[in-house]
């Protein structure tokens, strides 16, 4: 999906599993949230979702990818992360951002972290491997949400393994654990600023 405006992640596969109507990670150019008759019937009050959120200032074009939507993701059982975002802006250094949303428990929140960490390291080096990454190419980000805990940032990034710490450092990759980045530029994502 092409999109120069904000866009929404969801991830209804637990809420859709008991369902006829099973649904899995969709994108949207809307909040989920305006659109109350197409979501799943019986969704917790804390529902929430990822928000990719484009700045006021230019005009950045990129992509979004549902890797779940992907049959050479799935098909070999490896584990992948759930999307994938690139900017299209033509610039020395664009952005590339991996996504992995947990629905788990606040408290559970540092425990899916490791897990996130190799799902997206996963990801990236399956499409290293495929020559679909060219490494220094872009500023890489791994993004792990956690939409139903509302206090970001979440995930302690060190206390991933050491093999996957590692990779992150030697590929200079920035690790943020939120539910909202604001595409800041052609070239960095960043958290968007909270009144204090």
Not at 17 to 35: T, W
Not at 164 to 184: E, M, P, R, S
Request: contains cysteine.
């Amino acid at each position: 999906m092409e999109l120069d405006s904000d866009c929404y992640v969801a991830d209804f596969t637990e809420y859709t599993k008991s369902s006829p109507h099973k649904r899995g990670v969709e994108i949207s150019r809307v909040p989920f949230s305006e659109i109350p008759k197409l979501l799943p019937k019986n969704l917790p009050d804390d529902f929430n979702y990822f928000h990719l959120k484009k700045s006021a200032h230019g005009n950045i074009r990129y992509i979004a990818v549902n890797l779940e939507e992907n049959a050479s993701f799935i098909e070999d059982g490896e584990n992948n992360c759930e999307c994938l975002f690139e900017s299209l802006a033509e610039c020395k250094k664009p952005w590339l951002m991996f996504l992995e949303m947990k629905y788990c428990s606040e408290k559970n929140t540092d425990n899916w972290t490791n897990k996130a960490c190799k799902q997206m390291k996963g990801t990236y080096e399956k499409l290293e491997k495929e020559s679909l990454i060219i490494p220094e190419s872009r500023h890489v980000y791994f993004v792990y949400s956690v939409p139903r805990n509302p206090n970001e940032p979440f995930g302690s990034f060190e206390t991933t393994q050491s093999d996957v710490l590692k990779f992150i450092k030697d590929k200079k990759i920035h690790c943020l654990g939120y539910n909202t980045l604001l595409i800041a530029t052609a070239s960095h994502l960043r958290p968007p600023k909270k009144e204090i």
